[in-house]
């Protein structure tokens, strides 16, 4: 069977930022299932990222710590899964922040902080790491960049506005890398979720879950899971020849 009908990532090394919960954590349980070797990238959450090694087998996972929002820790995850795996042969860029900072509040520096908290991980930490990670790429045949951006790339949002500039800028990024490093054999592409059941969403549909779901033609919010099965297949060889695209997974809530 041609190796484009199959979900196979045997002898393959994937890097997954915050892979310690929500969609990152069943992203590595879904590439890992494909025969993949994962690093279970995390920064607060250790109890949480070792129990997704146990989960998949400490033969072919590791929790690596590192804060991707610092510059020097984007460098030391990407040396380290390369000393433990001995290559690297994808990245998925998940780790982010979101958090309700409206135009209209009256702290000023607290508002600020915000917005540069929110591209120093979302944007900043996911260009750091795939710089890192296209250098052992570049010079090793190839390899292939998946970032997690969100349906608020392309809505506009009104209480969290840094965060949805923050993940268009993410869609950008995939676009510049995809056209810049093809030559190289490097692709990139990106995934633009809706509301998804995770810890960091919590708080907005413990708030809002009626109204939220009446906006989604499917009628469900959706689940890790479904976001972790279209990273599997922009991984896979199934999707070798998809470059710069954008796929949006938001039960038909969103279209651009």
């Not at 990238?41 to 250790?46: D, I, L, Q, T, W």
């Not at 380290?80 to 958090?99: E, H, K, S």
Request: glycine fraction near 8%.
């Amino acid at each position: 069977m041609s190796s484009k009908t199959v979900l196979d990532l045997e002898g393959k090394v994937v890097l997954i930022t915050g892979a310690s919960r929500g969609i990152g954590r069943e992203t590595a349980r879904r590439i890992a299932a494909a025969h993949a070797k994962i690093v279970v990238n995390y920064n607060r959450s250790a109890k949480d990222a070792e129990e997704v090694v146990t989960q998949i087998g400490s033969s072919r996972a590791q929790a690596v710590q590192a804060d991707v929002s610092n510059p020097d820790d984007a460098q030391r995850l990407v040396a380290q899964t390369i000393d433990v795996f001995g290559r690297l042969d994808i990245v998925v860029n998940n780790a982010a922040r979101y958090a309700e900072n409206r135009f209209d509040r009256d702290d000023y520096d607290g508002w600020h902080e915000g917005w540069r908290q929110t591209f120093e991980l979302n944007v900043f930490g996911a260009a750091n790491v795939a710089f890192h990670a296209m250098r052992w790429m570049r010079a090793n045949g190839g390899g292939k960049i998946i970032n997690v951006a969100s349906r608020a790339a392309f809505r506009g949002e009104t209480e969290f506005a840094d965060y949805g500039a923050s993940k268009a800028a993410l869609v950008n990024l995939t676009r510049s890398i995809a056209r810049a490093c093809a030559k190289d054999n490097i692709v990139a592409n990106c995934v633009a979720p809706g509301f998804i059941e995770t810890d960091m969403a919590r708080l907005l549909l413990d708030k809002q879950r009626e109204a939220i779901t009446s906006q989604i033609p499917l009628g469900r919010v959706g689940t890790p899971d479904d976001v972790a099965a279209v990273i599997l297949f922009l991984a896979s060889p199934m999707a070798d020849y998809l470059n710069g695209v954008t796929i949006d997974i938001n039960g038909g809530s969103w279209f651009h």
